[in-house]
């Protein structure tokens, strides 16, 4: 029986959901499938070509690779205007999140290239992937796909976050050790601008993006307690926050995560405590119950300009936004010497999950011998035959226009002919010859 191939794409390339997604499946099955990835840039390429079965995207291998893949899974999106019949396509997106995505945003709101984005991935998604019953509605609207075919079976990056070794990983990063730091803080900010988009406006003359901010005030208090604060910084953000150098403040740098094998879920369980805003790594921190602490400076503007789903902060927050220094400070110093957290919304975020679901994923597509289950039906995709039914008949419509086009060509071709003969001198006179023969024979009948 032939092998079931599966390509995998994310971004930043291997990384995230399709990353744990794919070493799983390489462990479990073995050799039982073929398994690729498809990387969008050469430097990336070259860096991941020794350590993974690869092809660049828009390569012929690439091409000939979509024509034999039974099952793609992606994070943002990826390969879906290559998705063709009898092919599973799964959407494992990126992140739960509390920020509006995909249709929840106005029209008014969505770059046009979003808005494309949208009916493409609408069109090909056959699955979405999500960790509980509660993001199926959300992510149903989102994606604005069937809700059959949203499944509350997981979220792969929730296993490193939970069982990786994330200080290991963290000292390996940083090239030096961490163990002499009291408390590893994380500041893991949301994408604002880029893209074609401009979610707010962010106060780039301090690190943690606000108003009232004292930056000696929060040095001081990292340098005496000892605390080691690690920034991240979303993958695709372009703006420079201004910032003091100081041996407590380390950056975690995206392409140091890449060289090392790691994504930022290899690293994160190394924190005791998350600092960020509107970005899903609030959420999926939370189900190792340690505290996140909210900065919501800017939600106002980012409210407006792309808005959180129920717009209800409080939801989300669950009380722990802030919005300057000295409240910072204190909520810091509440969960980190005093307070304990837990998740009181864990149950509704990730369901009866541990880890990542791995296992009910795989169970759900494939057989133990590595074929698909006969529950997934390739190519049942209504709105992807729909549209590969319009497409099929603007094709024969553009046959069809060209074909008469030929034919109003063909026509127009002959009648110039007809007319140079018309107006020959040849024709003129053999027009004469006629006419005479023509009164001849009037004459002789006479």
């Known amino acids: 029986m032939e092998k079931v191939t599966v390509l995998f794409q994310s971004s930043p390339n291997y990384s995230g959901n399709s990353k744990v997604m794919y070493d799983y499946i390489k462990s479990k099955y073995k050799n039982k499938m073929n398994l690729c990835w498809v990387i969008d840039n050469k430097k990336d390429y070259e860096n991941l070509k020794e350590k993974l079965n690869c092809v660049m995207y828009g390569s012929k291998e690439m091409m000939q690779l979509i024509s034999k893949a039974n099952i793609i899974f992606t994070t943002h999106g990826q390969l879906k205007e290559y998705k063709h019949d009898n092919q599973i396509y799964v959407n494992l997106w990126h992140g739960i999140t509390m920020k509006k995505l995909g249709y929840m945003i ?6 046009k290239q979003d808005q494309l984005y949208c009916e493409q991935l609408q069109i090909c998604t056959d699955y ?7 993001w199926q509605l959300i992510f149903c609207a989102i994606f604005n796909v ?8 997981g979220c792969p990056k929730l296993d490193p976050i939970i069982k990786a070794d994330g200080k290991g990983n963290l000292e390996k990063l940083l090239g030096e050790e961490i163990k002499n730091y009291k408390k590893i803080i994380y500041y893991m900010p949301t994408f604002r601008s880029g893209c074609g988009r401009n979610d707010s406006n962010p106060n780039l003359n301090n690190i943690l993006n606000l108003e009232e901010y004292n930056e000696r005030l929060f040095l001081d208090y990292l340098e005496n307690n000892n605390y080691l604060l690690c920034i991240k910084y979303h993958p695709e953000e372009k703006l420079n926050f201004k910032y003091d150098i100081s041996n407590n403040i380390k950056i975690i740098d995206e392409e140091k995560l890449q060289l090392n094998n790691f994504s930022v879920y290899d690293v994160l369980n190394a924190a005791d405590l998350l600092i960020t805003d509107y970005s899903s790594l609030g959420l999926e921190f939370s189900i190792s119950d340690k505290p996140v602490i909210y900065l919501d400076t800017d939600l106002e503007d980012y409210q407006k300009n792309r808005g959180l789903i129920f717009d209800d902060k409080d939801f989300w927050f669950q009380g722990n936004d802030v919005s ?5 400070l204190d909520k810091m110093e509440f969960y980190l010497k005093k307070g304990k957290y837990k998740n009181k919304m864990k149950e509704i975020w990730f369901g009866n999950l541990k880890d990542g679901g791995l296992e009910q994923i795989c169970n759900y597509f494939f057989t133990t011998n590595g074929s698909i289950n006969n529950q997934i039906k390739l190519g049942d995709n209504l709105a992807f035959i729909q549209h590969k039914k ?16 030929f034919l109003k060509r063909k026509n127009k071709q002959q009648e110039n002919e007809l007319n140079l003969i018309y107006n020959s001198k040849s024709w ?3 027009e004469k010859i006629r006419k005479i023969k ?8 006479k």
């Open 390 to 405: 319009i497409d099929d008949l603007n094709e024969k419509n553009k046959k069809l226009n060209l074909d008469n086009d």
């Open 428 to 430: 003129k006179l053999m």
């Open 106 to 111: 106005s029209e008014k709101n969505m770059a």
């Open 146 to 153: 069937n809700f059959s075919h949203v499944l509350p079976l």
């Open 324 to 328: 300057n220094i000295k409240q910072l």
């Open 438 to 445: 023509n009164k001849f024979f009037k004459f002789v009948r």
């Open 128 to 134: 979405v992937i999500v960790p509980s019953k509660f």
